[in-house]
């Protein structure tokens, strides 16, 4: 049987309107839609009413699976693909079983995110970078390096970072960063759930517990906060 090809797609941060015209035809077209928890039933109600609809988290096979089975299938990813979201070991999955892939880029909630809660990840006079870190620790067990990322000038914005919020805050202040430094914390990014909470360094673990922010949520901090 000829193999079908994989598309490893990324979906935007929430909005079913940031979904790229690339994104949705292929959707529409695909023979089995493989989706994670973010995608919103919005996007998979694009699919032709004969595709397979799969839910799958961090696991790799399905996707060779079905496209051993000779269907072109939509793996849909929330933001995109290569922030974060496992795309390349999809693909090194997918490569390993000589089956062709192409990758659509999705809006990254990164950048999109802050922007719908008004916060500019870069502005003159304010931030001449931005920095993007996973807030997870690392398989291995190892912590990001603090004492370096302290001394960055520009916006840090952390991914799925509120599980390990009191790390990521006492180790910056451990590090010399400004306590009174501003810190957002956007949950359900673009969404009509959206709800962000401000702050700064000294007390953004204490509001996190007063108004129960759970994940999906992303954190910045950094003087664009003020905007």
Not at 144 to 159: P, Q, R, S, V
Not at 176 to 197: F, H, L, M, Y
Request: aromatic share 6%; glycine share 10%; net charge positive.
């Amino acid at each position: 049987m000829k193999k079908g090809k994989a598309y490893i797609i990324g979906a935007g941060p929430g909005d079913f309107e940031l979904l790229t015209l690339k994104a949705k035809r292929i959707i529409e077209n695909a023979d089995c839609i493989v989706y994670d928890r973010l995608i919103s039933d919005d996007i998979l109600r694009l699919a032709k009413k004969s595709a397979e609809l799969i839910y799958l988290g961090k696991e790799n096979q399905t996707l060779v699976k079905k496209c051993l089975e000779g269907k072109n299938v939509a793996r849909v990813k929330g933001g995109d693909p290569f922030v974060f979201g496992r795309g390349g070991e999809e693909i090194e999955a997918l490569f390993k079983n000589e089956i062709e892939f192409e990758v659509i880029p999705g809006i990254t909630s990164s950048i999109s995110v802050p922007a719908y809660a008004g916060i500019p990840v870069t502005h003159r006079g304010l931030a001449r970078s931005f920095h993007i870190f996973t807030g997870h620790t690392m398989e291995n067990g190892k912590w990001h390096n603090f004492e370096n990322i302290a001394k960055l000038e520009g916006t840090l914005i952390f991914l799925m970072g509120v599980k390990n919020l009191d790390l990521i805050v006492n180790d910056l202040i451990k590090y010399g960063k400004d306590s009174k430094t501003p810190v957002a914390i956007i949950e359900k990014g673009a969404t009509k759930n959206q709800r962000v909470t401000v702050g700064n360094l000294e007390n953004i673990l204490e509001l996190v517990e007063k108004n129960r922010i759970t994940p999906p949520a992303i954190t910045v901090i950094g003087e664009v906060v003020n905007l």
